[in-house]
């Protein structure tokens, strides 16, 4: 039965061709300008580390100034830690594993015949590889040794080596970075979180960081975190000693906790750490000692955007609109061929069978509606993607990754277009169902 | 003349369901229209703000030293001598920051040592080329002398604040309302003091997405090498283009101690900090576009349906007397009914979402300007889409009333 209502379907379109390329290119249109939307939010909303998202917390203390909160909008405390803070809440045990670090910037040179070339880097203690499930192509992390004193140990991710060795396996191979020698120890494989949940500084999609080196050059070379770093206090700072005293916030520290106990404990060290400091003087705001997950981290920080909310409901009263049109032109096109469905129920066709033959007519309209805004879809976000690329200047990495055409797409219009049948095709098959067959065969 | 509105409505009750939905597809039309437009409107203005910068004619330069024997000053005044003399060059300055690229320095000055810090001001280091540079105008005082002009901050005098400073007019009244802002004093975060000598209007600093990006102050000041430098070119109208390739071939060649990480326009900078504007506007206003025609397009179907389903009535009108402009009139007057429903919805709804928009997304309260221009467009979009199937109706023959079928 339903071949055969899929053929009166399209028998149907041909009598009508106008009408039914407008209802096509409706639903198609509606259908294309969601997937866009819901491609994009998809991709910023998501959490690139949601299996392990009972287990990763962000450490944040309130260390601001008793006066002023951080932030002007929001009670929340400031996103990264003292210096002196980290070092301290770094030596706890509790946690599985833990790691402190900051970006900079640096130049490597010295690689083959590569030229110089300014690179992102991440100052990192070991664990940050394992704890944040960082794939290798070559070699590995370093072990928490080579953290301080600090070792000569570099880790390159792949499009860095790509650059600078080809892609070959140079682990092993000697370089400079600020001009000091570093030995390659590992080359990560593709790695690119977004949004990039563990620093979201410098854009929450922004390029992930191209070298690491153990946290303990931070302190040996002076390095400063190069995206952000705040200060409130009437502090003298004039040597980076001044500076690592101080009450800047510049290091960012994350914690793996596997369980609920651990995680108290964790919580109960970081509140008496935060007495003791209170008692000395400093912590003078109300205590807001925080273990953050990272769902709830990227939803504080904002991750998802307004406008990007904006557009979702946008597209959906576009959907609507189409599919309002759609209802009415069904109905119009329904009713014109009320004297064929008359002579089929006069014929012996009941009503549920008049129902489900114009219900499956809608159904074929809305999958040949889905796959061209499939195709508009595809086309609208290599758009995007070239408007952005462009103001990139063809730099890879941020906002324009989000805008790739992927399953996700296929998957929201195979349910957009179902709910489209629905919507659209429900009321003006039932309204033809109902129709009393007398009336058309006796205006023939 | 008469419009004949009660027989039309009475028509249209008796067979509603199509009127009721083109109504609503004229409704949210409406309502997205208006909001859209308002939205796009407020983000060419935010956009278009005046900068007080030649941005058509600067390139940025950075400059990253990295061996250890590199030196930070004289590695500036090779560069900088270099750059004053090309052709074209208007005037050149070593700045810590780009202007209008959402990256920058916030220091809190305050006008009395004892005051609470709690604002955040944009701080951009320059030397005494710095306004020139970006085509900013003084409009008081005087500019930085070649002496005032401090070495970098090195690694023991990292928090040095500098005796003279430039302020935007905007921070001017904010710090001293209503009074003279020239040899004011003002106190940094750990109260060194420095005086304001001159003011410069208008003037973006490097934050365009900050509630104030005209909070400004300047330093005179050449940039430490902790971090890449960044040289700030003006260059004659026409020429910036060929200067750029200039300076980036003797650049990136004249210091192996450094490497140059990128030579560009200002306006790259502008656009990518505008980037998310741009393509919320192009969206905004591509998905309007595509409603309207939509909504155009329903309008049309539901006309040219009632048309050739009343061909025998129309016909019969006309072989009882009316003529054919009675017959136009009728298609039009009911068009303009259905639309006035939706247009009165769509009132309600456009309020209601740019309601919703003002408390949710803090966006200000819509405009009802908007509002009387978007019911405008609809009104004369839906007879527009009438018209044709008006015409056609009026078309029919009154022989058509005599046939069967």
Redesign the interface.
């Known amino acids: 039965m339903f071949g055969y209502y899929t053929a009166l379907a399209f028998r149907s379109f041909r009598r009508n061709p106008g009408?039914t390329a407008?209802m096509v290119i409706?639903v198609a249109?509606g259908i294309a300008?969601c997937v866009m939307t819901l491609t994009v939010y998809h991709a910023m909303s998501g959490n690139p580390i949601w299996w392990k998202n009972d287990r990763l917390y962000a450490v944040t203390m309130d260390n601001w100034?008793p006066?002023?909160p951080f932030f002007q909008d929001s009670s929340l405390p400031p996103p990264e830690l003292t210096y002196k803070d980290a070092q301290y809440l770094f030596r706890s045990n509790i946690p599985e594993r833990k790691v402190v670090m900051y970006a900079t910037?640096?130049?490597i040179?010295g690689a083959g015949s590569s030229?110089?070339?300014?690179v992102k880097t991440r100052v990192t203690t070991a664990d940050f590889f394992a704890m944040f499930d960082v794939p290798f192509l070559y070699g590995s992390g370093w072990r928490g040794a080579a953290d301080d004193p600090a070792q000569p140990l570099i880790v390159l991710s792949r499009e860095e080596n790509d650059k600078l060795f080809g892609g070959a396996n140079s682990v092993g191979r000697v370089l400079r970075w600020?001009?000091h020698e570093f030995r390659v120890l590992g080359v990560l494989n593709d790695w690119a979180p977004r949004p990039r949940f563990y620093d979201l500084n410098g854009g929450s999609f922004g390029s992930p960081d191209a070298v690491y080196i153990p946290y303990g050059w931070g302190a040996e070379l002076?390095l400063?975190n190069?995206e952000e770093s705040d200060?409130?206090?009437?502090?003298?700072?004039?040597?980076?000693k001044?500076?690592l005293g101080s009450e800047c916030i510049w290091q960012q520290m994350w914690v793996e906790l596997p369980s609920r106990a651990s995680r108290n404990r964790m919580q109960s060290f970081m509140d008496g750490y935060w007495a003791e400091q209170r008692r000395s003087g400093r912590f003078q705001r109300p205590r807001d000692n925080r273990l953050t997950n990272v769902a709830d981290w990227l939803r504080d920080n904002q991750v998802v955007?307004?406008?990007n909310?904006?557009?979702v409901a946008?597209?959906f009263?576009?959907l609507?609109?189409?599919l309002?049109?759609t209802?009415?032109?069904l109905?119009?096109k329904f009713?014109?061929g009320a004297s064929v469905t008359g002579v089929r129920r006069a014929l012996g066709a009941s009503r549920r069978q008049i129902f489900i033959q114009h219900l499956v007519e809608v159904g074929a309209l809305s999958a040949l509606g889905a796959l061209l805004g499939l195709g508009f879809a595809w086309m609208g976000l290599a758009g995007?993607h070239h408007?952005?690329a462009s103001?990139?200047?063809g730099r890879h990495g941020g906002?324009q990754e989000l805008t790739h055409f992927d399953s996700v797409g296929i998957l929201w219009a195979i349910v957009l277009a179902i709910g489209a049948t629905l919507a659209a095709g429900l009321y003006p098959a039932w309204?033809i169902g109902r129709l009393p067959p007398a009336v058309y065969l006796k205006?023939? | 003349m008469s419009l004949h509105v009660r027989p039309i409505l009475s028509a249209l009750l008796r067979n509603r369901?199509?009127a009721v939905?083109?109504a609503?597809?004229v409704a949210?039309?409406l309502?997205?229209l208006v909001n859209?437009l308002y939205?796009v409107v407020q983000r060419a203005q935010k956009i278009d703000r005046p900068t007080g910068i030649d941005l058509q004619n600067i390139f940025v330069i950075?400059s990253?030293g990295?061996?250890?024997r590199f030196q930070i000053s004289p590695s500036l005044q090779e560069d900088l001598t270099w750059l004053r003399e090309l052709p074209g060059v208007i005037a050149a300055t070593p700045s810590s920051v780009i202007p209008l690229s959402n990256g920058g320095n916030n220091e809190p000055i305050v006008t009395r040592p004892d005051l609470?810090?709690?604002e955040y001001y944009n701080e951009i280091n320059v030397d005494e080329h710095g306004l020139d540079a970006l085509g900013a105008h003084l409009v008081a005082g005087r500019n930085f002398r070649r002496e005032e002009i401090s070495p970098p901050r090195g690694?023991?005098?990292?928090?040095?604040f500098e005796p003279e400073i430039i302020v935007s007019r905007a921070l001017a009244e904010r710090l001293f309302p209503a009074q003279n802002p020239l040899g004011k004093t003002v106190y940094d975060?750990?109260?060194q003091t420095a005086t304001i000598i001159g003011v410069v209007d208008p003037i973006m600093g490097c934050f365009p997405s900050h509630e104030h990006p005209d909070w400004v102050f300047f330093v005179p000041r050449l940039p430490s090498g902790?971090?890449?430098v960044n040289y700030l070119v003006r260059t004659r109208p026409g020429q910036r283009d060929s200067v750029m390739r200039l300076a980036e071939a003797h650049l990136s060649k004249s210091n192996p101690d450094r490497?140059i990480?990128s030579v560009?326009p200002l306006t790259?900078y502008r656009?990518?900090s505008y980037?998310?504007d741009?393509?919320?506007q192009?969206?905004?206003l591509t998905?309007t576009v595509?409603?309207i025609s939509?909504?155009c397009?329903?309008i049309f179907?539901?006309a040219t349906?009632n048309v050739?389903?009343r061909t025998k009535q129309i016909g019969t009108r006309r072989a009882v007397g009316a003529r054919r402009r009675d017959i136009v009139r009728y298609f039009l007057v009911e068009n303009a009914l259905i639309t006035s429903a939706g247009v009165l919805t769509g009132c309600a709804l456009a309020l209601g979402a740019g309601y919703w928009?003002s408390v949710?997304?803090a966006l200000p309260r819509l405009d009802l300007y908007y509002l009387v221009g978007g019911v405008l467009v609809l009104w004369a979009i839906g007879q527009l889409a009438a018209w044709e199937p008006a015409r056609r109706a009026a078309a029919v023959s009154p022989s058509v009333a005599t046939r069967t079928?």
């Open positions: 009408i407008l409706a249109l300008v100034d006066n002023v910037d640096g130049v040179s030229p110089a070339e300014h600020n001009d002076e400063f190069d200060c409130w206090k009437s502090e003298k700072i004039d040597t980076f001044d500076y955007r307004n406008d909310r904006l557009l946008l597209a009263a576009f609507a609109v189409c309002i049109n209802v009415g032109l109905l119009a009713l014109n995007v408007l952005y103001a990139h200047l906002y309204r205006s023939q | 369901t199509g939905l083109v609503m597809q949210i039309t309502a997205v859209a939205i950075q990253a990295f061996t250890q609470q810090r709690s690694k023991k005098d990292a928090s040095r975060f750990i109260n902790e971090a890449a490497v990480d560009r790259y656009n990518l980037l998310d741009r393509s919320m192009i969206y905004l998905v595509l409603l939509v909504t397009l329903g179907a539901l349906f050739s389903s928009l949710e997304y079928v």
